[in-house]
């Protein structure tokens, strides 16, 4: 199963992050943060990061801080909030065409919503799991004869996307 965290991990996968130099400073303390689970702490850099983001000159760098924020209020079970900042990540990523990004952030968005408690959200869910996985469909096939390692890496996340929404899917019956 293809977790939030498991999909967070290939954000970065074949680009390096585009957080600068005192961006990466905050996202390093945040991130201790987060795997001492000092929760209110999180909460309040996360937010800090939020109002930073919007100052930050480069879209990509911008797109990238959200979705950092987006996995903190992920981990701290906001998931209302988590929706509602991977939408602004994802609006970055389309309008500048990073189609890898735009996947891994459709796939999170699906994931989220799939796990909504108490709210009827699989069908939008699927959607955008879905919509992550035919993403990566595309950059494997960009990747076919040009990059093996990248089409093999892409072939490899499609088949487990797909395993993934099969076993969500077989859990509703």
């Known amino acids: 199963m293809i977790d939030f965290e498991t999909a967070y991990s290939w954000l970065n996968t074949f680009n390096s992050s585009c957080l600068g130099e005192g961006t990466r400073q905050f996202v390093s303390q945040l991130s201790d943060n987060v795997r001492q689970e ?3 702490r999180m909460l309040s ?3 800090q990061l939020l109002v930073l983001s919007e100052q930050l000159n480069y879209e990509d760098e911008q797109a990238e801080c959200l979705v950092i924020c987006a996995r903190v ?3 701290l079970n906001d998931l209302s909030s988590t929706i509602e900042i991977l939408q602004r990540a994802a609006n970055i990523y389309q309008n500048n065409r990073m189609t890898h990004q ?5 796939w999170l968005r699906g994931w989220v919503l799939w796990n909504m408690p108490g709210e009827e959200q699989y069908l939008p869910g699927l959607v955008l799991m879905e919509s992550g996985t035919s993403l990566f469909n595309l950059l494997h096939a960009v990747h076919v004869g040009v990059d093996k390692r990248r089409q093999q890496w892409y072939r ?8 993934s929404i099969e076993e969500q899917m077989s859990m509703m019956d």
């Open 156 to 163: 490899a996340k499609i088949d487990a996307m797909r395993r």
């Open 102 to 106: 735009s996947a891994v952030v459709d």
């Open 45 to 47: 850099l996360a937010n």
């Open 73 to 75: 209020k992920y981990r």
């Open 38 to 40: 000092r929760h209110a």
